[in-house]
């Protein structure tokens, strides 16, 4: 056993005496990095290996040092790893630890390595990975959309703007709304994924180093596509961070906006949709309460997730090159900020999955025809009348209908016909929904053709069983 003073960080190696505690209790940054225990783990066996091969390191000891990391790993998944606040990070916790089950030969494994390269690293991996979870947890949602809309083809429910009744589509269109903002957000993941996926091993604390490192065999070793093409640049890089931040901030705004649906839809004042019990939740207080937390908590943590991108884009916007320590407080956003969102996409997958949708109430919500005074428009832009006064004509009759104090379809073809020569008696048939439907066919509309054929391509895509 060697003697070492107690707890003596290794990068104090030229500074007398120890930290004031006022220093140690800002600088530790543990509680939050730890979490990257299984990255850095995995760096250093790969850049041990490297280094056993390149002759810089006895190949025995770097078998040791490979093993006594996996235990590190074990240790620190099981919490087995005591948190000392003068050891600052997980990297120095994780090499304390070696030197612990290792003893003298430990001490090889920093060769040609900087903590700065090394934290670069770890969150690269972490992002690969995180991008990876993401993307899953997405996807599942994606596919409970799916489901919904393969069982609500035919469910026709005014679409919205302003808030306000506009005109009919089918339940399974607005579902698979949501399904291609998710795709959006899962590509976006995709890229920023390949972005990340690269080594910045080899660049040292900013200026790379003199031993004869092979850092493309580590990236190799690692899964990653290539190495860092500027040292400086490598270490003082955070862009993938700041991407997938953005990548999962842009994801939960769009959480947000289903639960924002969910929220207002299992209204009694809607009552287009009922959660199951299971993914409901109850009043401490009033008794016949059934809450809607799951699409409240999305809206609430697409808030932080915001906040979380612009905390690191502020960190990082007037660092000069290279590495400043301000870059340790990229961690909590980092760390936190895609597990967050991956969370709030399995619970509403959860919920849109067992939800049922109240068919009944939506076309009760389509009214008396306002929804479909457009499709009485176009019956006259159809016959020749130009737009503008087609619009005007069926403004008109909106008004007729609104003094009467009845809807819009219970004008009769005198009515109309009395409002503009133009239409005969077969306009009536524009106050049919589902006719109003059938004809919107063209691609990426809502006719029940046209979104058959985006479902069916969304199943395919997402593997979804029918
Ligand atoms: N904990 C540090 C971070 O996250 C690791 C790098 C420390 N480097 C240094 N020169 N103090 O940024």
Redesign the pocket.
């Known amino acids: 056993m060697t003697t070492r003073p107690k707890a003596r960080p290794v ?1 104090r190696a030229a500074l007398a005496g120890e930290a004031d505690p006022r220093l140690v209790a800002l600088s530790v ?1 543990i509680q939050d ?1 730890a979490a990257l225990f299984a990255e850095d783990v995995r760096g250093s066996q790969a850049h041990v290996a490297m280094l056993a091969a390149q002759g810089i390191v006895p190949r025995a000891v770097a078998r040791r040092l490979r093993r006594a990391l996996d235990q590190v790993r074990q240790e620190f998944a099981a919490g087995a790893i005591r948190f000392d606040p003068a050891l ?2 997980v ?1 120095t916790h994780v090499e304390r630890r070696l030197g612990e089950l290792a003893g003298r030969d430990a001490g090889y494994l920093h060769a040609g390595r ?3 390269d ?2 670069a690293l770890d969150e690269r991996l972490f992002i690969v990975g995180a991008c990876a979870r993401c993307d899953a947890a997405v996807a599942r949602l994606q596919r409970a959309l799916v489901g919904q809309a393969r069982r609500h083809l035919d469910t026709v429910l005014p679409g919205y703007t302003h808030l306000q009744r506009a005109q009919p589509v089918s339940l399974a269109h607005h579902l698979l709304a949501h399904v291609e903002a998710a795709g959006r957000d899962r590509q976006r993941l995709a890229e920023v994924r390949a972005r990340a996926a690269i080594s910045p091993l080899g660049s040292g ?1 900013l200026a790379g180093t003199t031993l004869p490192l092979d850092r493309e065999a580590v990236a190799r070793a690692l899964g990653l596509t290539g190495v860092t093409r500027n040292s400086l640049d490598a270490v003082a890089d955070r862009d993938s961070a700041i991407e997938l931040l953005f990548a999962v901030a842009l994801a939960a705004v769009h959480l947000s906006r289903l639960g924002e649906e969910i929220v207002l839809w299992t209204t009694r004042e809607f009552g287009f949709m009922t959660l199951d019990d299971a993914f409901a939740t109850g009043s401490s207080l009033m008794p016949q309460k059934k809450n809607p937390d799951v699409g409240e908590l999305a809206r609430g943590r697409a808030g932080r997730a915001i906040g979380d991108l612009v905390a690191l884009l502020a960190v990082v916007k007037n660092l000069p090159l290279s ?1 400043n ?1 301000d ?2 407080e ?2 909590r956003p980092l760390l936190g900020g895609p597990e967050a969102l991956a969370l709030t996409a399995d619970a509403l997958a959860g919920a849109v999955e067992t939800a049922t949708f109240h068919a009944d109430r939506m076309e009760e919500a389509l009214g008396g025809g306002e929804a479909l005074a457009t499709d009485a428009a176009e019956y006259l832009v159809e016959r020749g009348v130009p737009f503008r006064e087609a619009h005007e004509a069926v403004g008109a009759a909106a008004r007729l209908a609104t003094a009467r104090g009845v809807p819009l379809a219970r004008l009769d073809a005198a009515d109309w016909k009395g409002i503009h020569r133009t239409f005969g008696p077969d306009v009536l048939r524009c106050f049919d929904p589902r006719r109003s439907l059938r004809r919107r066919e063209l691609p990426g509309g809502p006719g029940p053709r046209a979104v058959r054929t985006e479902l069916r391509r969304w199943e395919r895509a997402l593997g979804a069983a029918r």
């Open positions: 990068s940054s990095d600052e990070d990297h900087s903590r700065n090394q934290v604390a590495y320590r870059l340790q990229d961690k």
